[in-house]
């Protein structure tokens, strides 16, 4: 018998497009390594489309696909954060570097949970030195008012529920690997920071609060 959910599903198959960004020169991060890594960012909203289909034709049969069904739902988390954390990502770095202004909407509310941004940002290093591939992200969580600095596996394992991300800093190897070695991985992080937009961010936390 064919299910509701099924027919939904396999009626219309919605594909996400790869997004462009105005990136300038970034100081202490290659070309090469922008290029890179727009390339493999490329890659995962191509996986995330593929596995759309996949599970559309899949879902044609879902007694007789049941297993590999189970895979592909399994795997949309994976892509689907694959693709958007790098937008995330790629976006904080757009038009031109601008510093954390300290009395600004965001510098005030880091301030006064952590004493001060640098308090808040020393933090955030912190967490970005857990051994592995992954995120580092700073959530706003508006139930609490609060900020949590947070490790994330790969790209979705360990993201906490219903906590928009304000600041997500890739530290997957391939982040960084044209032009730091995995020991020099610190030297990244003062790149990534130097380059920060900051009225992007401040952009997302406005729409919070
Ligand atoms: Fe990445």
Not at 71 to 80: D, I, K, Q, T, V
Request: proline share 2%; glycine share 8%.
């Amino acid at each position: 018998m064919v299910k509701h959910t099924d027919v939904a599903r396999s009626a219309s198959v919605q594909l996400a497009s790869p997004q462009h960004f105005e990136l300038p020169e970034l100081g202490g991060i290659s070309r090469e390594q922008v290029e890179v890594h727009l390339k493999l960012y490329d890659g995962y909203v191509a996986a995330l489309n593929g596995l759309r289909k996949l599970e559309a034709d899949l879902s044609q049969d879902v007694e007789k696909n049941a297993l590999a069904l189970d895979g592909a739902h399994r795997r949309c988390a994976f892509e689907f954060n694959g693709a958007r954390m790098h937008e995330l990502y790629f976006r904080q770095w757009e038009h031109k570097a601008a510093g954390l202004a300290p009395g600004g909407i965001l510098g005030t509310a880091l301030t006064q949970q952590y004493g001060s941004t640098a308090a808040w940002e020393e933090e955030f290093r912190t967490v970005a030195k857990t051994r592995g591939i992954g995120w580092t992200v700073l959530h706003y969580d508006r139930e609490q008012d609060l900020f949590l600095n947070v490790w994330v596996d790969e790209h979705h394992i360990g993201q906490h529920a219903g906590v928009p991300i304000v600041l997500a800093m890739d530290m997957w190897e391939h982040a960084y690997m044209v032009d730091y070695t995995p020991a020099e991985k610190a030297d990244y992080v003062d790149a990534f920071f130097r380059n920060l937009n900051w009225s992007v961010m401040e952009g997302r936390f406005a729409k919070l609060r």
